[in-house]
Structures are given as structure tokens and as C-alpha cells.
């Protein structure tokens, strides 16, 4: 099992920053991908940002050349940069996890999630 704990969340301004971390621990398998999503009230939870285990990452349109996703070297730890926030970007964050090994093949976990809210 793998619990996944975020922090960092709060209300900032329109045009402010935040910074999400979500450290893992459990059983902890070196192939993995971790990412952050994201939900608003009434709408579904969307992909925000991947990083694998080698470093590369992806974002979705919405927060490209805003947010910024990154993990430690020990690969336990990923962050999520967020600048120049805007109303929109409130919502729960959720961190996830996907991890590999050869005997359990490709297993997630998601976080309890962690408030962000944008003041305009």
C-alpha cells in the first residue's frame, strides 16, 4: 500500500503563487509516474500535470507556462510550482500515483486532495 499526503493549499489572489507537495510512503516501487489532477464544484476531475520517475513531464493546455511539476531525487516527493494563479484554477488538487513492479503490474493511489481557491 501507498498513502499519499498533500499540503500546500490555501487562498491566494488572482496573479499569486502557490506550491503543492505530496510525499508517498508505503511500499514504494521505483517505475512509477506521479501526477497532479484537479476538480472543481460541479465539474470533473482533469489531468493538471505527470512527471515519471526519469523526470519527464507533461501539462494540460490550461496551465502551460504557469505551473511547474517536479520531484525529489528520491523520488518520493513531487511538487507542483503554481504561478500566476486565476480565479479558474480553484478546485481541489489531488496528487496520484502509478507505480510498476513485475509482480503486482501497474498499481494507483490517489490523495486525500487539498484545497486551492482563487480571489479575483
Known amino acids: 500500500q501507498v498513502q499519499l499526503v498533500e499540503s500546500g493549499g490555501g487562498l491566494v489572489q488572482a496573479g499569486g503563487s502557490l506550491r503543492l507537495s505530496c510525499a508517498a510512503s508505503?511500499?514504494?516501487?521505483?517505475?512509477?509516474?506521479m501526477g497532479w489532477y484537479r476538480q472543481a464544484p460541479g465539474k470533473q476531475r482533469e489531468l493538471v500535470a505527470t512527471?515519471?520517475?526519469?523526470?519527464?513531464?507533461s501539462y494540460a493546455d490550461s496551465v502551460k507556462g504557469r505551473f511547474a511539476i517536479s520531484r525529489d531525487g528520491a523520488e518520493n516527493t513531487v511538487f507542483l510550482q503554481m504561478n500566476s494563479l486565476k480565479p479558474e484554477d480553484t478546485a481541489v488538487y489531488y496528487c496520484?500515483?502509478?507505480?510498476?513492479?513485475?509482480?503486482?503490474?501497474?498499481?494507483?493511489?490517489w490523495g486525500g486532495g487539498t484545497q486551492v481557491t482563487v480571489s479575483s
Open positions: 512527471v515519471t520517475a526519469d523526470g519527464t513531464t
Open positions: 508505503g511500499i514504494i516501487f521505483s517505475v512509477n509516474i
Open positions: 496520484d500515483r502509478n507505480q510498476w513492479s513485475l509482480t503486482t503490474g501497474w498499481l494507483h493511489y
